[in-house]
């Protein structure tokens, strides 16, 4: 009697581990079913074809502390979200811009100025970074500045002799930009006696207005593009022995594997190229509204068949 209740027992078992195997075959089927359907609907969402990039990563991009570059990044940043892309602008200074794309900490910045200027930068990085053969604006010039006032200054030979109307400085921007990095060099170059005291470019922008309000000498690194030259007389003092070297090109970093991930986007900076009146009418757009993205958003609006251009070739 024993022996039968306990071979009943194992029967039962039996039939029930049966059961419970079969439903849980079924389940876990169903289960499998369905998370392949969650995956490929993920896959999906958010993201295109191909023939796209859009996917719910996160693009950071560089922004430097320059008219143009707060300028163009807004613009980019408008553009792209448009477009479905998510855009985190990052406040760098050149140097850590160029530091954290080699350490893929950041994906891209827009604004490499080649040959002069940031050719440090790019020998430094070129194994680790891509640099754009691709150019966005071509007449781009740097050198040193004074007002239309100062009659007596045309050349950079010039400033020693009126070495002390200056107060024996330079006011100058960004200490790891590469334009203040080149005019550390022409100073010895040409022997000056002055100083290069870095700050900021609002600084920097806010001693000429200063100096320019009050008639006062001034000297200062600048460049084109950049909207102060709508606002006052300035004239570039002559360079003969062409530390500045003469046009440079604007071109634009990203991190290494950047374009194989966006290859859409990427084509898209290939594309796109500005003008004086464009970039100058941007900068405006940008400065005049009460936050940057505000401006670059009107910008874009204005200007949307020069956009496609760049984004549907």
């Known amino acids: 009697m024993r022996f039968n209740k306990k071979a009943l027992l194992l029967i039962l078992t039996g039939m029930v581990l049966i059961v419970l ?18 995956n490929e609907e993920s896959n999906n969402e958010g993201s295109e074809s191909s023939e796209g990039d859009v ?3 996160t693009i950071e991009m560089g922004q430097i502390n320059w008219a143009e570059n ?14 479905g892309y998510n855009v985190e ?8 811009t160029m530091e ?18 940031d050719a440090n930068y790019l020998d430094q990085y070129e194994d680790q970074v891509f640099f754009s053969e691709a150019t966005w604006y071509d007449n781009a010039k740097v050198g040193l500045v004074v007002p239309e006032y100062m009659e007596d200054i045309n050349s950079i030979e010039d400033l020693n002799e009126n070495a002390e109307k200056f107060d024996g400085e330079i006011t100058g921007f960004d200490s790891g930009a590469g334009t203040m990095e080149v005019t550390e060099e022409m100073i010895k170059e040409y022997g000056l006696n002055l100083e290069l005291m870095p700050s900021s470019e609002p600084a920097m922008i806010a001693a000429i207005d200063k100096a320019i309000k009050n008639e006062e000498p001034i000297v200062a690194p600048l ?15 002559e360079d003969p022995k062409e530390t500045y070297g003469g ?22 900076l290939k594309n796109w190229k500005m003008n004086d009146t464009q970039i100058g009418e941007l900068m405006s757009a940008v400065q005049n509204a009460e936050e940057p993205i505000e401006g670059a ?17």
Request: some cysteine; aromatic content about 10%.
């Open 55 to 57: 996917n719910q990563e």
């Open 21 to 38: 195997a079969a439903c849980g075959g079924g389940e876990s089927s169903e289960g499998s079913d369905q998370s392949e359907g969650n």
């Open 223 to 237: 460049w084109n593009p950049h909207s102060i030259f709508a606002k006052h007389d300035l004239k570039y003092l």
């Open 100 to 117: 954290a794309l080699a350490s893929d900490e950041l994906d891209l910045g827009l604004e490499v100025w080649l040959p002069v200027q």
């Open 89 to 96: 602008l990052v406040n760098l200074d050149m140097g850590p």
């Open 70 to 83: 707060i300028a163009v990044t807004n613009m980019w940043k408008v553009i792209l979200e448009e477009k």
């Open 247 to 268: 046009v440079e090109k604007i071109h634009f970093a990203t991190r290494q594997g950047f374009g194989d991930e966006y290859p859409q986007f990427t084509q898209w």
């Open 297 to 313: 958003r009107t910008w874009v609006e204005n200007n949307q068949e020069l956009v496609n251009e760049w984004i549907e070739q």
